[in-house]
Protein backbone atom coordinates (compact mmCIF):
# COMPACT_ATOMS: atom_id res chain seq x y z
CA UNK A 1 0.00 0.00 0.00
CA UNK A 2 1.19 3.34 -0.52
CA UNK A 3 3.71 3.98 2.24
CA UNK A 4 2.87 7.66 3.78
CA UNK A 5 6.13 8.07 5.31
CA UNK A 6 8.63 9.32 3.57
CA UNK A 7 12.35 9.47 4.97
CA UNK A 8 12.83 8.77 8.34
CA UNK A 9 10.33 11.29 9.59
CA UNK A 10 6.49 11.02 10.22
CA UNK A 11 5.39 12.42 6.30
CA UNK A 12 1.96 11.88 4.88
CA UNK A 13 2.78 11.97 1.51
CA UNK A 14 4.63 14.57 1.69
CA UNK A 15 2.85 16.91 4.14
CA UNK A 16 3.87 16.42 7.88
CA UNK A 17 1.38 16.01 10.59
CA UNK A 18 1.50 19.16 12.74
CA UNK A 19 -0.83 19.30 15.68
CA UNK A 20 -3.42 18.28 13.86
CA UNK A 21 -3.11 20.48 10.39
CA UNK A 22 -1.48 19.24 7.37
CA UNK A 23 1.37 21.78 6.56
CA UNK A 24 3.06 21.56 3.19
CA UNK A 25 6.50 20.06 2.49
CA UNK A 26 9.06 22.58 0.98
CA UNK A 27 11.27 20.67 -1.23
CA UNK A 28 13.47 22.06 -3.55
CA UNK A 29 13.63 20.55 -7.47
CA UNK A 30 15.46 20.01 -9.91
CA UNK A 31 15.13 19.47 -13.86
CA UNK A 32 18.19 17.62 -14.55
CA UNK A 33 16.84 14.94 -16.92
CA UNK A 34 15.29 15.04 -19.84
CA UNK A 35 11.29 16.19 -19.91
CA UNK A 36 8.64 13.41 -20.30
CA UNK A 37 8.25 13.81 -23.75
CA UNK A 38 7.18 10.47 -25.17
CA UNK A 39 4.15 9.04 -26.85
CA UNK A 40 0.48 9.26 -25.41
CA UNK A 41 0.08 7.33 -22.28
CA UNK A 42 -0.70 4.20 -23.46
CA UNK A 43 -4.27 2.45 -23.11
CA UNK A 44 -4.38 -0.87 -21.70
CA UNK A 45 -6.72 -3.26 -23.85
CA UNK A 46 -8.93 -5.13 -21.24
CA UNK A 47 -9.44 -8.71 -20.37
CA UNK A 48 -12.48 -10.41 -22.59
CA UNK A 49 -14.92 -10.84 -19.59
CA UNK A 50 -18.34 -13.03 -20.16
CA UNK A 51 -21.45 -13.55 -18.55
CA UNK A 52 -22.51 -17.35 -18.66
CA UNK A 53 -26.40 -17.70 -19.16
CA UNK A 54 -28.31 -17.50 -16.22
CA UNK A 55 -25.67 -16.46 -14.00
CA UNK A 56 -25.85 -12.46 -14.67
CA UNK A 57 -23.63 -11.35 -11.61
CA UNK A 58 -20.52 -13.97 -12.66
CA UNK A 59 -17.71 -12.80 -14.97
CA UNK A 60 -15.76 -15.44 -16.62
CA UNK A 61 -12.68 -14.85 -18.11
CA UNK A 62 -9.21 -16.29 -19.14
CA UNK A 63 -5.52 -15.50 -18.74
CA UNK A 64 -2.18 -17.39 -20.25
CA UNK A 65 1.27 -16.70 -19.68
CA UNK A 66 2.82 -17.26 -22.58
CA UNK A 67 6.54 -16.30 -24.52
CA UNK A 68 6.07 -13.33 -26.23
CA UNK A 69 9.37 -14.06 -28.57
CA UNK A 70 13.05 -12.34 -27.56
CA UNK A 71 13.19 -13.70 -23.80
CA UNK A 72 9.98 -11.72 -23.23
CA UNK A 73 7.24 -13.40 -21.69
CA UNK A 74 2.98 -11.99 -21.69
CA UNK A 75 -0.49 -12.97 -20.29
CA UNK A 76 -2.34 -13.41 -23.43
CA UNK A 77 -0.14 -12.46 -26.15
CA UNK A 78 -0.10 -8.66 -25.32
CA UNK A 79 3.22 -6.79 -25.45
CA UNK A 80 5.68 -5.53 -24.81
CA UNK A 81 4.02 -3.32 -22.18
CA UNK A 82 1.61 -5.14 -19.19
CA UNK A 83 -1.30 -7.32 -19.77
CA UNK A 84 -4.67 -7.10 -20.33
CA UNK A 85 -6.83 -4.65 -17.61
CA UNK A 86 -9.50 -7.25 -15.20
CA UNK A 87 -11.68 -4.52 -14.33
CA UNK A 88 -14.21 -5.34 -12.69
CA UNK A 89 -17.10 -4.15 -9.72
CA UNK A 90 -17.70 -5.03 -6.37
CA UNK A 91 -20.56 -7.73 -5.99
CA UNK A 92 -19.39 -9.57 -9.09
CA UNK A 93 -18.58 -13.52 -8.49
CA UNK A 94 -15.36 -13.52 -10.29
CA UNK A 95 -14.60 -17.42 -12.70
CA UNK A 96 -10.54 -16.66 -14.30
CA UNK A 97 -9.27 -19.92 -16.07
CA UNK A 98 -5.38 -19.60 -16.00
CA UNK A 99 -3.23 -21.64 -18.24
CA UNK A 100 1.18 -22.20 -18.11
CA UNK A 101 2.10 -21.85 -21.48
CA UNK A 102 5.81 -21.25 -20.20
CA UNK A 103 8.49 -23.41 -20.06
CA UNK A 104 9.26 -23.51 -16.09
CA UNK A 105 6.44 -23.79 -13.76
CA UNK A 106 4.54 -20.66 -12.78
CA UNK A 107 1.44 -19.07 -11.06
CA UNK A 108 -1.20 -16.49 -10.73
CA UNK A 109 -1.45 -14.40 -7.99
CA UNK A 110 -4.13 -11.50 -7.75
CA UNK A 111 -2.22 -9.32 -6.18
CA UNK A 112 -4.63 -7.99 -2.90
CA UNK A 113 -7.56 -9.06 -4.42
CA UNK A 114 -9.97 -10.21 -1.33
CA UNK A 115 -9.79 -13.92 -1.55
CA UNK A 116 -9.69 -16.79 0.69
CA UNK A 117 -6.03 -18.74 0.78
CA UNK A 118 -7.19 -22.04 -0.93
CA UNK A 119 -8.45 -19.82 -3.93
CA UNK A 120 -4.98 -17.43 -4.13
CA UNK A 121 -3.01 -20.82 -3.48
CA UNK A 122 0.11 -19.19 -3.67
CA UNK A 123 1.67 -22.08 -2.58
CA UNK A 124 0.39 -24.10 -5.77
CA UNK A 125 3.07 -24.00 -8.95
CA UNK A 126 1.78 -25.43 -11.88
CA UNK A 127 3.79 -27.11 -14.39
CA UNK A 128 3.99 -26.17 -18.24
CA UNK A 129 0.82 -26.87 -19.81
CA UNK A 130 -1.23 -27.05 -16.50
CA UNK A 131 -4.42 -25.13 -15.65
CA UNK A 132 -6.50 -23.86 -13.00
CA UNK A 133 -9.12 -21.77 -12.28
CA UNK A 134 -9.64 -18.96 -9.16
CA UNK A 135 -13.37 -18.62 -8.25
CA UNK A 136 -14.46 -15.98 -5.69
CA UNK A 137 -16.64 -12.52 -5.05
CA UNK A 138 -15.65 -9.39 -4.72
CA UNK A 139 -17.23 -8.01 -1.43
CA UNK A 140 -18.60 -4.52 -0.59
CA UNK A 141 -15.93 -2.42 -0.07
CA UNK A 142 -13.47 -3.76 -2.20
CA UNK A 143 -12.90 -0.92 -4.82
CA UNK A 144 -9.55 0.00 -5.50
CA UNK A 145 -6.64 -0.82 -7.68
CA UNK A 146 -4.69 -3.73 -8.12
CA UNK A 147 -2.66 -6.33 -10.15
CA UNK A 148 -1.67 -10.33 -10.96
CA UNK A 149 1.76 -11.16 -11.37
CA UNK A 150 3.37 -14.79 -10.81
CA UNK A 151 4.18 -16.24 -7.34
CA UNK A 152 6.48 -19.14 -8.57
CA UNK A 153 9.24 -19.48 -5.79
CA UNK A 154 12.54 -18.90 -6.59
CA UNK A 155 11.40 -17.53 -10.13
CA UNK A 156 9.38 -14.47 -9.69
CA UNK A 157 12.12 -12.04 -10.49
CA UNK A 158 13.39 -13.42 -13.80
CA UNK A 159 9.45 -13.78 -14.57
CA UNK A 160 8.44 -10.49 -13.54
CA UNK A 161 11.11 -8.71 -15.31
CA UNK A 162 10.47 -10.42 -18.60
CA UNK A 163 6.56 -9.08 -18.43
CA UNK A 164 4.46 -10.75 -16.48
CA UNK A 165 2.22 -8.25 -15.00
CA UNK A 166 -1.09 -6.50 -15.54
CA UNK A 167 -3.26 -4.75 -13.30
CA UNK A 168 -7.15 -5.11 -11.91
CA UNK A 169 -9.28 -2.33 -11.32
CA UNK A 170 -12.45 -3.11 -8.85
CA UNK A 171 -15.17 -0.64 -8.92
CA UNK A 172 -17.75 0.18 -6.65
CA UNK A 173 -21.09 2.53 -6.09
CA UNK A 174 -18.90 5.58 -5.35
CA UNK A 175 -17.25 5.71 -8.40
CA UNK A 176 -21.23 6.73 -9.97
CA UNK A 177 -21.00 9.47 -7.38
CA UNK A 178 -19.88 12.62 -10.07
CA UNK A 179 -16.92 13.61 -7.81
CA UNK A 180 -15.44 10.44 -9.26
CA UNK A 181 -17.78 9.59 -12.25
CA UNK A 182 -16.53 12.39 -14.22
CA UNK A 183 -13.27 12.79 -13.35
CA UNK A 184 -10.58 11.90 -16.43
CA UNK A 185 -9.65 8.05 -14.63
CA UNK A 186 -6.02 7.58 -16.00
CA UNK A 187 -3.56 3.89 -14.74
CA UNK A 188 -0.51 4.56 -14.76
CA UNK A 189 1.59 0.88 -14.36
CA UNK A 190 5.18 1.45 -13.84
CA UNK A 191 7.23 -1.79 -14.44
CA UNK A 192 10.70 -2.36 -15.49
CA UNK A 193 12.91 -3.77 -18.31
CA UNK A 194 16.72 -3.45 -18.49
CA UNK A 195 17.54 0.05 -17.17
CA UNK A 196 14.22 1.78 -17.92
CA UNK A 197 10.88 1.75 -15.46
CA UNK A 198 8.00 2.31 -18.29
CA UNK A 199 4.74 3.24 -17.67
CA UNK A 200 2.14 1.56 -19.11
CA UNK A 201 4.98 -0.05 -21.46
CA UNK A 202 6.34 3.12 -22.74
CA UNK A 203 9.22 5.68 -21.77
CA UNK A 204 7.76 8.94 -20.23
CA UNK A 205 4.50 9.17 -22.14
CA UNK A 206 2.36 12.20 -22.04
CA UNK A 207 -1.68 12.48 -20.65
CA UNK A 208 -4.01 14.88 -22.52
CA UNK A 209 -6.59 15.77 -19.13
CA UNK A 210 -10.11 15.24 -20.50
CA UNK A 211 -11.66 16.81 -17.75
CA UNK A 212 -10.84 19.42 -14.94
CA UNK A 213 -9.86 17.00 -12.42
CA UNK A 214 -8.04 13.90 -13.27
CA UNK A 215 -7.84 10.19 -11.08
CA UNK A 216 -4.15 8.95 -11.35
CA UNK A 217 -4.51 5.32 -10.72
CA UNK A 218 -0.48 4.51 -9.54
CA UNK A 219 1.15 0.90 -9.84
CA UNK A 220 4.37 -0.23 -8.71
CA UNK A 221 4.68 -3.41 -10.31
CA UNK A 222 8.71 -3.21 -10.92
CA UNK A 223 10.57 -5.88 -9.44
CA UNK A 224 12.34 -3.71 -6.75
CA UNK A 225 12.29 0.38 -7.04
CA UNK A 226 11.08 2.39 -4.46
CA UNK A 227 9.44 4.93 -6.22
CA UNK A 228 8.88 8.64 -4.62
CA UNK A 229 6.45 10.54 -6.63
CA UNK A 230 5.65 14.00 -6.95
CA UNK A 231 3.44 16.55 -9.23
CA UNK A 232 5.41 19.57 -10.12
CA UNK A 233 4.53 22.54 -12.32
CA UNK A 234 8.04 24.54 -13.45
CA UNK A 235 9.69 22.78 -11.67
CA UNK A 236 7.34 23.08 -8.19
CA UNK A 237 5.37 21.23 -6.37
CA UNK A 238 1.99 20.97 -7.22
CA UNK A 239 -0.93 19.07 -4.56
CA UNK A 240 -2.50 16.55 -5.17
CA UNK A 241 -4.87 14.33 -2.46
CA UNK A 242 -5.00 10.99 -1.88
CA UNK A 243 -7.96 9.02 -2.00
CA UNK A 244 -7.20 5.10 -1.92
CA UNK A 245 -3.41 3.20 -0.94
CA UNK A 246 -4.13 -0.37 -1.98
CA UNK A 247 -6.88 -2.05 -0.52
CA UNK A 248 -9.73 0.37 -0.62
CA UNK A 249 -11.01 4.17 -0.47
CA UNK A 250 -10.30 6.48 2.38
CA UNK A 251 -12.77 8.08 4.52
CA UNK A 252 -11.53 11.47 2.74
CA UNK A 253 -8.97 13.05 0.52
CA UNK A 254 -5.71 13.93 2.08
CA UNK A 255 -3.26 16.19 0.71
CA UNK A 256 0.15 15.66 -0.39
CA UNK A 257 2.91 16.96 -2.64
CA UNK A 258 4.53 13.54 -2.64
CA UNK A 259 4.25 9.59 -2.24
CA UNK A 260 6.34 6.76 -1.83
CA UNK A 261 5.30 3.97 -3.58
CA UNK A 262 7.23 0.72 -2.69
CA UNK A 263 7.50 -2.89 -5.20
CA UNK A 264 3.72 -3.25 -5.07
CA UNK A 265 1.71 -0.97 -3.64
CA UNK A 266 -0.48 1.34 -5.32
CA UNK A 267 -2.17 4.79 -4.60
CA UNK A 268 -5.05 6.55 -6.17
CA UNK A 269 -4.62 10.26 -6.26
CA UNK A 270 -7.14 13.28 -7.53
CA UNK A 271 -5.35 15.85 -9.10
CA UNK A 272 -6.55 19.45 -10.00
CA UNK A 273 -6.75 19.81 -13.89
CA UNK A 274 -7.94 23.16 -15.03
CA UNK A 275 -4.93 25.36 -15.39
CA UNK A 276 -3.68 25.48 -18.84
CA UNK A 277 -0.04 24.08 -18.90
CA UNK A 278 2.14 20.91 -18.34
CA UNK A 279 2.55 18.63 -15.43
CA UNK A 280 5.46 16.05 -14.40
CA UNK A 281 4.98 13.33 -12.56
CA UNK A 282 8.85 12.73 -11.35
CA UNK A 283 9.87 9.94 -9.23
CA UNK A 284 12.70 11.57 -6.73
CA UNK A 285 15.91 11.09 -5.25
CA UNK A 286 14.95 8.07 -2.52
CA UNK A 287 17.42 6.58 -0.41
CA UNK A 288 16.76 2.51 -0.23
CA UNK A 289 19.80 2.05 2.13
CA UNK A 290 20.36 3.49 5.18
CA UNK A 291 23.91 4.54 4.47
CA UNK A 292 22.63 6.47 2.14
CA UNK A 293 24.52 4.05 -0.63
CA UNK A 294 21.38 3.18 -3.22
CA UNK A 295 18.86 5.78 -4.56
CA UNK A 296 17.12 6.50 -7.19
CA UNK A 297 17.22 9.62 -9.30
CA UNK A 298 15.36 12.58 -9.58
CA UNK A 299 13.26 11.69 -12.94
CA UNK A 300 10.15 12.72 -14.80
CA UNK A 301 8.07 9.79 -15.50
CA UNK A 302 5.57 10.90 -16.97
CA UNK A 303 3.66 14.52 -18.37
CA UNK A 304 0.25 15.61 -18.16
CA UNK A 305 -1.11 18.48 -21.01
CA UNK A 306 -3.47 20.08 -19.67
CA UNK A 307 -5.86 22.42 -22.05
CA UNK A 308 -7.64 25.32 -21.62
CA UNK A 309 -11.67 25.45 -20.46
CA UNK A 310 -11.87 22.70 -18.57
CA UNK A 311 -14.56 22.79 -16.27
CA UNK A 312 -13.70 23.02 -12.69
CA UNK A 313 -14.98 19.48 -10.15
CA UNK A 314 -15.58 19.55 -7.03
CA UNK A 315 -12.93 17.76 -4.36
CA UNK A 316 -15.07 15.17 -2.83
CA UNK A 317 -15.28 15.88 0.77
CA UNK A 318 -15.96 12.41 2.23
CA UNK A 319 -15.42 8.83 0.43
CA UNK A 320 -16.25 5.51 2.83
CA UNK A 321 -16.23 4.82 6.47
CA UNK A 322 -13.14 2.87 7.60
CA UNK A 323 -13.39 0.53 10.28
CA UNK A 324 -11.54 1.39 13.73
CA UNK A 325 -9.83 -1.75 14.70
CA UNK A 326 -9.48 -2.15 18.69
CA UNK A 327 -5.77 -3.14 19.43
CA UNK A 328 -7.08 -3.86 23.01
CA UNK A 329 -8.50 -6.39 21.81
CA UNK A 330 -5.67 -8.29 20.15
CA UNK A 331 -5.21 -12.21 21.18
CA UNK A 332 -1.54 -11.98 20.71
CA UNK A 333 1.28 -9.52 19.67
CA UNK A 334 3.93 -10.76 17.72
CA UNK A 335 7.18 -9.28 16.40
CA UNK A 336 8.80 -10.41 13.04
CA UNK A 337 12.07 -9.37 12.47
CA UNK A 338 13.25 -8.65 8.79
CA UNK A 339 17.36 -8.99 8.42
CA UNK A 340 19.70 -11.25 6.01
CA UNK A 341 22.10 -13.78 6.78
CA UNK A 342 25.22 -12.71 5.34
CA UNK A 343 25.79 -15.35 2.86
CA UNK A 344 23.55 -14.03 0.06
CA UNK A 345 20.01 -14.92 1.69
CA UNK A 346 17.18 -12.36 3.16
CA UNK A 347 15.49 -13.84 6.48
CA UNK A 348 12.21 -13.44 8.43
CA UNK A 349 12.75 -14.38 12.21
CA UNK A 350 16.47 -15.84 10.97
CA UNK A 351 14.94 -18.40 8.57
CA UNK A 352 14.74 -18.47 5.16
CA UNK A 353 11.79 -19.73 3.44
CA UNK A 354 10.82 -23.96 3.49
CA UNK A 355 7.70 -24.87 1.53
CA UNK A 356 6.84 -27.82 4.10
CA UNK A 357 7.13 -25.16 7.22
CA UNK A 358 4.49 -23.39 9.00
CA UNK A 359 5.93 -19.80 10.52
CA UNK A 360 2.93 -18.79 12.39
CA UNK A 361 -0.34 -19.91 13.43
CA UNK A 362 -3.46 -17.73 14.29
CA UNK A 363 -6.98 -18.59 15.16
CA UNK A 364 -9.41 -17.42 12.20
CA UNK A 365 -11.80 -14.69 13.65
CA UNK A 366 -9.25 -13.11 16.16
CA UNK A 367 -7.27 -9.91 15.82
CA UNK A 368 -3.41 -10.03 16.25
CA UNK A 369 -0.83 -7.25 16.54
CA UNK A 370 2.23 -7.77 14.40
CA UNK A 371 5.51 -5.71 14.78
CA UNK A 372 7.51 -6.01 11.79
CA UNK A 373 11.02 -4.62 12.54
CA UNK A 374 13.86 -4.27 9.97
CA UNK A 375 17.37 -4.80 11.16
CA UNK A 376 18.56 -4.95 7.30
CA UNK A 377 20.39 -2.21 5.89
CA UNK A 378 17.80 -1.40 3.35
CA UNK A 379 14.04 -1.25 3.33
CA UNK A 380 11.58 -4.18 2.91
CA UNK A 381 8.09 -3.72 1.44
CA UNK A 382 6.04 -6.07 3.43
CA UNK A 383 2.95 -8.50 1.59
CA UNK A 384 0.61 -10.30 3.62
CA UNK A 385 -1.67 -12.49 1.36
CA UNK A 386 -5.33 -12.77 2.28
CA UNK A 387 -5.88 -10.83 5.21
CA UNK A 388 -5.85 -6.95 5.17
CA UNK A 389 -4.34 -4.94 7.84
CA UNK A 390 -4.20 -1.74 9.63
CA UNK A 391 -0.96 0.03 10.11
CA UNK A 392 -1.49 1.51 13.80
CA UNK A 393 1.97 3.42 14.30
CA UNK A 394 5.41 3.77 12.84
CA UNK A 395 8.58 4.17 15.51
CA UNK A 396 5.50 4.62 17.47
CA UNK A 397 4.03 7.76 15.75
CA UNK A 398 0.69 6.80 15.35
CA UNK A 399 -0.54 6.60 12.10
CA UNK A 400 -2.51 9.85 11.26
CA UNK A 401 -6.01 7.99 9.07
CA UNK A 402 -7.11 4.66 8.89
CA UNK A 403 -7.14 2.48 5.36
CA UNK A 404 -6.86 -1.08 4.63
CA UNK A 405 -3.53 -1.95 2.89
CA UNK A 406 -1.69 -5.37 2.06
CA UNK A 407 1.88 -3.90 1.33
CA UNK A 408 3.66 -1.58 3.71
CA UNK A 409 7.16 -0.42 3.10
CA UNK A 410 9.31 -1.45 6.53
CA UNK A 411 12.56 1.36 6.31
CA UNK A 412 15.60 0.00 7.35
CA UNK A 413 15.86 0.19 11.52
CA UNK A 414 12.65 1.18 12.09
CA UNK A 415 9.42 -0.74 13.58
CA UNK A 416 6.06 -1.01 12.05
CA UNK A 417 3.06 -2.04 14.57
CA UNK A 418 0.11 -3.76 12.23
CA UNK A 419 -3.51 -4.57 13.31
CA UNK A 420 -4.11 -8.03 11.34
CA UNK A 421 -7.99 -8.93 11.88
CA UNK A 422 -7.98 -12.92 10.43
CA UNK A 423 -11.63 -12.77 8.76
CA UNK A 424 -13.05 -14.76 6.74
CA UNK A 425 -11.64 -18.00 5.61
CA UNK A 426 -8.88 -19.77 6.81
CA UNK A 427 -5.88 -21.93 5.74
CA UNK A 428 -2.37 -21.64 4.67
CA UNK A 429 -0.72 -18.50 3.26
CA UNK A 430 2.41 -16.64 2.78
CA UNK A 431 3.95 -13.19 4.02
CA UNK A 432 7.08 -11.92 2.60
CA UNK A 433 9.12 -8.66 1.01
CA UNK A 434 8.05 -7.89 -2.53
CA UNK A 435 11.39 -6.71 -3.64
CA UNK A 436 11.27 -9.92 -6.10
CA UNK A 437 14.78 -11.23 -5.41
CA UNK A 438 14.21 -11.07 -1.88
CA UNK A 439 11.13 -12.98 -1.80
CA UNK A 440 13.29 -15.53 -4.46
CA UNK A 441 16.20 -15.73 -1.55
CA UNK A 442 14.24 -17.01 1.44
CA UNK A 443 12.04 -13.79 2.89
CA UNK A 444 9.03 -15.58 2.84
CA UNK A 445 6.94 -17.04 5.64
CA UNK A 446 4.19 -19.61 5.85
CA UNK A 447 1.13 -18.27 8.05
CA UNK A 448 -1.89 -20.82 9.04
CA UNK A 449 -5.20 -19.43 10.02
CA UNK A 450 -7.07 -22.31 11.68
CA UNK A 451 -10.52 -22.91 13.59
CA UNK A 452 -10.50 -22.50 17.39
CA UNK A 453 -7.90 -21.66 19.27
CA UNK A 454 -4.34 -21.28 17.96
CA UNK A 455 -1.28 -23.00 19.31
CA UNK A 456 0.56 -20.96 22.21
CA UNK A 457 4.02 -21.29 19.98
CA UNK A 458 4.62 -18.94 16.89
CA UNK A 459 6.09 -21.42 14.91
CA UNK A 460 5.22 -24.63 13.45
CA UNK A 461 5.15 -28.12 15.83
CA UNK A 462 8.13 -29.38 14.67
CA UNK A 463 11.19 -28.48 12.30
CA UNK A 464 11.47 -24.85 13.68
Excluded at 68 to 84: E, F, Q
Excluded at 159 to 187: I, K, N, S
Aim: aromatic share 4%; glycine share 10%; net charge negative.
Amino acid sequence: MADLVSRRSLIIGGVVATAGAFVPLVRTLTSADAPADGPPLPELPELDLKTPQGEPATRTGALTAGSAGAGRLAYNGTGPGPGPLLRLREGDRVRLAFRNDLDAPSSLHLHGVPMPPATDAPLTHLAPGQSDVREFTLPPGSASTYWYHPHAHGDVERQLLAGLAGPVVVTGPLDDQPALRDADDRLLMFTRTGRDVLVNGATRPVITARAGRTRLRLLNATVGDHLLLALTRDDKPTTAHLIAPDSGLLERPVPLTEILLAPGERAEILVETTTPGRLTLRALPYFVYGSGGQQSTDRPMAGIDVPADLRPLELPTSLLPVEKVDPATAVRTRRLLLDADGDGFYTIDGRTFAHDRVDLRAARGTLEIWEVENTHSMDHPFHLHSYAVQVLDRDGKAEPFRAWRDTINIPTGTTVRLAVPFRGEGGRTVYHCHIAAHEDLGMMGILEVTEGNARSDEGPASGR
